[in-house]
């Protein structure tokens, strides 16, 4: 896979902080291909581990991270891109130094939507999907994971100089303006 020489967005931010929102933008202007790791989870809650996806998407809590990660592998592998988006991952050190292993890359700069906790909280109780964790009680933990791990990420990140942060407040246009340049100067 090494080989491919992959270009890897990691797009981090809280639960409703816009991610999936401003990963189609940047898809579909810059020619990424998009993978969220929930949505990636979510489709196999039907499969063989099926159960432990869907208790612990339920709760709010974290999917082991051999898991995600090899459903990521196996998407970046079956497509014929190599300018991938991945949204919404890595939630936990753990989870950062799984996809270092298993994949032998890392990302080449990581996107942090900044937003505060109250406007996450009414943004994902509007929101009309039917998620089985957009309910007040999975929010709370979802938030409190949140904010918990992610700072253990993002600091590695910004140590390593990758770190682009982006206030997540605004209109998906104005927050689309602050990213643009950072996809900008990949492309020169
Ligand atoms: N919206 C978007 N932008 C807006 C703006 N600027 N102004 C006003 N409204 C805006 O946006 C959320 C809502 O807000 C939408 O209705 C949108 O229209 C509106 P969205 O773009 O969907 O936000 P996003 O950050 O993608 O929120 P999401 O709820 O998807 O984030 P989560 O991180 O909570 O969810 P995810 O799908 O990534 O993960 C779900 C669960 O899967 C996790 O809780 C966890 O249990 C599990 N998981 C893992 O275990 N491991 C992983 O690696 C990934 C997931
Ligand atoms: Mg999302």
């Known amino acids: 896979f090494k080989e491919k020489n992959p270009l890897i ?81 890595p939630r936990n050190e753990e989870n950062r130094i799984t996809f270092e292993r298993i994949l032998g890359v890392e990302p080449n700069a990581v996107l942090f939507f900044d937003c505060p906790e109250e406007e996450m909280v009414k943004r994902v109780l509007n929101r009309k999907e039917g998620r089985v964790d957009d309910n007040i009680n999975t929010v709370k933990t979802r938030l409190k994971e949140f904010s918990e791990l992610n700072p253990h990420v993002i ?30 100067a990949c492309e020169a």
């Open 9 to 89: 967005i990691f797009v981090l931010g809280g639960p409703g902080s816009g991610k999936g929102t401003q990963c189609i933008k940047i898809a579909e202007t810059f020619g990424f291909t998009h993978l969220s790791a929930g949505e990636l989870l979510r489709k196999e809650i039907n499969s063989e581990n099926g159960h432990i996806i869907l208790d612990t998407i339920r709760e709010g809590h974290i999917v082991p991270s051999e898991l995600t990660v090899n459903l990521i592998k196996k998407a970046m592998e079956s497509s014929d891109n190599y300018k991938f988006l991945i949204d919404g991952f």
């Open 155 to 184: 600091d590695y990140y910004t140590k390593r100089g990758k770190l682009h942060k982006i206030n997540a407040v605004g209109t998906v246009d104005d927050i689309f303006d602050q990213v643009r340049p950072v996809f900008a």
